[in-house]
């Protein structure tokens, strides 16, 4: 794996370097790191290949916000964590697809499930699942799907990288026990949620990146919503 660590806190930067470098030797996983102190810097770097990058948000000139965007117009395949003191960028940072936005001061006791959540975030470890689509059986990963709707026996699959849903028939509880109970959230009776996709979870709604909007039960809103949050690494 390559790691791209950007901070303009040379010592934090040398702190998530040794925790990286740990855990993933821990796992027998070969590892090159690289270090950069600005975004104008990073930038000018060529990481095409990274795997993941840990980006600081609040940096002299060029935040991490703004140089995130800039990077995911080269390449879209990166797993990205933000990493800040601040609370309030995280709606941005996930504008620009991040797989985690952790508190500075709480990365050591997210820090095993952020890194779970980056190799969710690039099929590391994971299984792959077969449904039997009424278009013909195929083989999914998790993470591709955004949300799971249905329509009495009809279960519609929304995918993030693909325009045309696949449906089948069957019920949105027997689906459930079939994704990961760590990744998705049933919100209403009728809708089950890939938690990697929400943008924001407000006033009884589900916001996607891609702009859709769906209902949450308001019995459970609140459960929801902790459960999210924990999951983006905010509480």
């Known amino acids: 794996m390559k790691i791209v660590l950007c901070d303009d806190d040379v010592f934090f930067v040398q ?12 796992r027998n996983i070969s590892n090159h790191i690289e270090q950069y102190h600005s975004g104008e810097e990073l930038l000018r770097a060529d990481i095409s290949d990274a795997d993941v990058v840990f980006l600081d948000i609040q940096m002299a000139a060029l935040n991490g916000i703004e140089t995130a965007g800039i990077l995911r117009q080269r390449n879209r395949r990166f797993a990205l964590v933000f990493l ?48 039997p689509f009424m278009s013909g059986e195929k083989v999914i990963f ?18 993030a990288d693909v325009h045309k849903p696949q449906y089948l028939y069957d019920t949105l509880d027997k689906i459930q026990k079939m994704l990961p109970e760590n ?39 609140a459960e929801i919503k902790k459960r999210w949050l924990r999951y983006r690494g905010s509480v």
């Open 15 to 26: 702190k998530m370097d040794e925790k990286i470098r740990n855990y993933l030797d821990g």
């Open 84 to 131: 800040s003191s601040w609370m309030e960028y995280a709606p941005e940072g996930y504008a620009v697809q991040a797989t985690r936005y952790v508190l500075k001061d709480k990365i050591d006791s997210l820090f095993e499930e952020t890194m779970e959540a980056v190799f969710r975030e690039l099929r590391i470890f994971q299984t792959p699942i077969m449904f």
């Open 142 to 159: 998790s993470d591709s799907i955004s949300y799971v709707s249905s329509d009495r026996h009809i279960v519609n699959f929304h995918f």
């Open 183 to 221: 990744e998705f959230i049933r919100i209403h009776k009728s809708y089950l949620v890939n938690m990697k996709y929400l943008l924001d979870v407000k006033n009884y709604q589900a916001s996607f990146m891609n702009g859709v909007i769906l209902p949450i039960s308001q019995k459970k809103f």
